[in-house]
Each structure stands twice: as structure tokens, then as C-alpha cells.
């Protein structure tokens, strides 16, 4: 059974930040991820004293995940543990039939969606949409599988008539960054959100005067550090699937939820846009 199956907002978010917590506030996250359903009767000393640290860290623990403080924490927590999931979400193994696959793998990708979902902050949403809506320029930096994401994002966004590309070369993406200004946006991809070659490419357009969206998994990455806005998704790792197709898919609902907000903007443009790239291609086609 995955480790993961019904987990909450407050626990994904959780999840998310750990690479940013000092060593005893990951104490503390270990200890409510492993007995979540005992937390929410629990006081802050006795946390402190189960987790085996001080009542300060719990606190600051809290503050980090942007809570007030460890009441707020735990009815966060609370209503999170009322609201379990029912959905199949076992981890598939070399046993499954064809059939069992079938079941498991669609669930598992529609839970990481539900739970991307729930990890998107509906203000920082807004605010990209706004963003790539004023853009003058949109460049989509990632590499390896996230470079492939950027690549589908740069196309789906020149469909609706905004200039946007995508380089796959790391030296070109460089280029790229450095020849960005203000009023233009730069959409970094990374399922870590510690590739160096992206944090180096995006800290070359924030220089030059770009505005930064970052799309990853980790909260507290050395890539939100850069960024204007944070769109967070999920990326389930699976011994025997690998996490590149969950985490793409993760992105790519990112991607088409902003493409569609600036869509909705430019409505009348955008259906243009979409008419005249269709018509570009309609002679390639039998």
C-alpha cells in the first residue's frame, strides 16, 4: 500500500518542504507523517516529547509550513484526516495482470493529479496566469524529462498567439535567459527543483529583468528561491515505473491550467490564434 494513500493537503505539504528542514524539524515531520491520526490529540509538549525535541522547534516546525502556530497546525491536520480517500492506490508489482496494471497505474496517476490539486496555491495561480497574460515573451527553461515539458508548454502557448519558446540545449537556454527583459517571463521546470543548470539559467533571466515561475516538487528547493511564483506538483516515485511519466503529467496539468487561464483572457485572440496555426499546418495533413 502506498505510504501515501489519502494523504492531505497538510501532509503533502509536509512532504513538499522536508529537503528544507533542519534535522530536528525533520524529526518532528517523520513523527506526524508516520501517526498522523494521533497528532491531532496531541499538545504541543507532547509532540515535542514523542518527536524527542524541544516545544521551539514544533513551533517554528509550524511557522515554516505557514501556520500560526500548532492549534492552527493540527485543525489544518483534522479536517485533512476526516476527508480519507477511497481510491485504489497500491503500488503495482511484478505480479499484476494486465488488468490489475490497468487499475492501479490510472489511479495512481489520477491521485498525484488530486493531490497536485491540492498542493497548487489558488493565489500564486492567479498571479502566473496574470503574468503570462502581460507576458511580452515567455521562455520555458528545464532539462532531461522537465526540458521535454517546457518544450509542450512553448508550443501550447504560441498556439494562442504568445511568443514563447523553448531551447533544449543548456548553452542556448543561457543565451536565452541573458537576452530576456522586463515585462517578459521566464517559466522554470524542475521536478527537484535543484537542477543547476535551470536555477543557473533562471538566475540569468532574473538579472536581466524577467519575472520567474517555478513548477516542482520541492517547496524549499534552492529553485524557489528565485522565483516571483511557486506552482508546486507532485512526482510519485515507483520502484518499477519510474517517476518521470507521473511527475510529467503533474507538470503538464500545470501547464494546460495556465494555458487555459490566459486563454479565458484573450478569448477572441486566442481563438484567432488557434484558427491561423491550424490552417498553417492543415496542407501537412492528409
Known amino acids: 500500500m502506498s505510504s501515501e494513500q489519502g494523504m492531505g493537503k497538510t501532509l503533502l505539504s509536509i512532504r513538499s518542504h522536508l529537503n528544507g528542514l533542519t534535522k530536528t524539524e525533520q524529526k518532528v515531520a517523520h513523527f506526524i507523517l508516520d501517526h498522523a491520526q494521533d497528532v491531532i490529540y496531541h499538545s504541543v509538549t507532547e509532540l515535542a516529547e514523542r518527536a524527542d525535541v524541544g516545544e521551539t522547534t514544533v513551533l517554528r516546525f509550524c511557522r515554516k509550513l505557514k501556520f500560526q502556530g500548532f492549534q492552527d497546525f493540527k485543525l489544518s491536520l483534522a479536517q485533512d484526516l476526516v476527508k480519507p480517500s477511497d481510491r485504489l492506490y497500491n503500488e503495482v508489482t511484478e505480479e499484476d495482470d494486465a488488468s490489475t496494471l490497468n487499475r492501479k497505474v490510472i489511479s495512481m ?49 504560441s498556439r494562442i498567439g504568445k511568443r514563447s519558446q523553448a531551447k533544449t540545449d543548456t548553452h542556448f537556454q543561457a543565451m536565452a535567459a541573458s537576452l530576456m527583459r522586463p515585462g517578459d517571463v521566464a517559466v522554470g521546470i524542475s521536478i527537484s527543483g535543484s537542477t543547476k543548470d535551470t536555477i543557473e539559467t533562471l538566475s540569468l533571466a532574473k538579472r536581466a529583468g524577467a519575472k520567474i515561475i517555478v513548477i516542482t516538487s520541492n517547496a524549499r528547493s534552492p529553485i524557489t528561491k528565485l522565483a516571483d511564483i511557486v506552482l508546486l506538483m507532485v512526482a510519485r516515485e515507483n520502484p518499477l515505473q519510474g517517476s518521470s511519466f507521473s511527475a510529467k503529467i503533474s507538470q503538464l496539468v500545470i501547464v494546460d491550467i495556465l494555458n487555459v487561464g490566459v486563454t479565458l483572457k484573450i478569448k477572441e485572440e486566442a481563438l484567432k490564434f488557434r484558427e491561423v496555426t491550424a490552417k498553417a499546418i492543415s496542407d501537412k495533413l492528409y
Open 109 to 157: 496517476h489520477i491521485g498525484a493529479l488530486e493531490q497536485t490539486s491540492e498542493l497548487v496555491n489558488s493565489e500564486q495561480l492567479e498571479q502566473a496566469i496574470a503574468l503570462l497574460h502581460q507576458a511580452d515573451n515567455i521562455n520555458f527553461f528545464g532539462v532531461g524529462s522537465s526540458g521535454l515539458t517546457a518544450l509542450q508548454a512553448a508550443h501550447s502557448f
